[in-house]
């Protein structure tokens, strides 16, 4: 895209509730130490806004280390994207089905994940859900009704278990069970994305940040003063207010059926599929989920979507945070959900 929007802010910031003014943030260290600038940047990236939040003492290294966490970010852009004809992804995508593929050991990684995440939700999440996903037009924003010949011919198309990956330790080949089969990584690609980031950012010496790529976002450390990070989520069951929760350490991802939908005869047909039914999920309007890597939550709150509350809550609500709103607006979490 030609258009760039780079928001830089130096010292300070909005968001971080009870903070006065710039200078008075900064004369909140000790006095002769270097006072701590929030600095914070955002980018159009990966089909969202990517926004990164670093606080530190010194602004300059700040800043390259910023720079370097959106090139990564454009990185794992190149390799997951199923909107570039150039990504790995993509190339993989056309040409499984017909012999192995030889993949980067960190699709590899990517795909072995999402796979691992399909077994234990039983199939809710399920990154081959390409061809359903395209059915719908949910890809590239063309929604259409699929007739019932169409949903039979392509659900055959969909299963995790219909990927192999052959490996001998060092390469890894993938192929395909189906020709027309593709993966989709839209439901874990930015929570991997938003995990690098934060990588980079160590890498660099940066020690407290949050990287927020749309509803994925991930922290590390606390901000100057505070003893986590606000982070606010959409919030369906109170009809466009947000709540506002603490987060220390770790990832938050939200999926809700408000951003990418369509509406025929006032039933809504939003972007999360049930795999199985090849139908897109009604009943959740939105599904938080935290966990310590961002690839967690995002895959995770996508398959919680799918399963349902009930289901989700008795078989996950002991490892992982969730806050499931469903159709009735009602909302209920697991007892690890923040306050
Ligand atoms: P968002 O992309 O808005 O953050 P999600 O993380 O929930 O929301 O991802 C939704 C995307 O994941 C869809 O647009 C589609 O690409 C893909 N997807 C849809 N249904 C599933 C599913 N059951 N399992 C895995 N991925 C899915
Ligand atoms: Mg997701």
Known sequence: MCWRLSICCAVLSWWLAGCATPTARRTESEAGATPVA??????????????????????????????????????????????????????????????????????????????DIARRTDGAFDATIGPLAQLWGFIWKEYR????????????????????????????????????????????????AVDRAIEILRERGVTKAMVKAGGDLRVIGTPPGKNGWEVQIEDPAKRGKRTTIVLREGALSTSGNYENFFEVDGRRYSHIIDPRSGMPVEGVVSCTVTAQTCLESDAYATGFFVMGAERALTEFGDEFGIRIVDANLRVRESAKFPK
Do not use: C, W
């Open 145 to 192: 009704l699929p007739s019932e010949v169409e949903l039979e011919r392509v659900l055959p198309l969909v299963g995790y278990r219909k990927v192999v990956i052959e490996t001998n330790g060092v390469t890894a080949r993938v192929s395909f069970a189906r020709a027309g089969m593709f993966l989709d990584f839209g439901g874990i690609g930015k929570g991997y």
């Open 38 to 115: 929030m600095v914070q940047r955002s980018q159009p990236l990966l089909g969202t806004f990517v926004t990164i939040t670093v606080a530190e003492r010194d602004e300059e290294r700040t800043q390259e280390a910023i720079s370097a966490a959106f090139e990564e970010i454009r990185r794992i852009d190149l390799l997951l994207s199923i909107h570039k004809t150039n990504s790995e992804t993509a190339r993989l995508n056309a040409s499984a089905a017909t012999k192995p593929v030889e993949v980067s050991p960190e699709l590899n990684f990517v795909l072995s994940k999402s796979l």
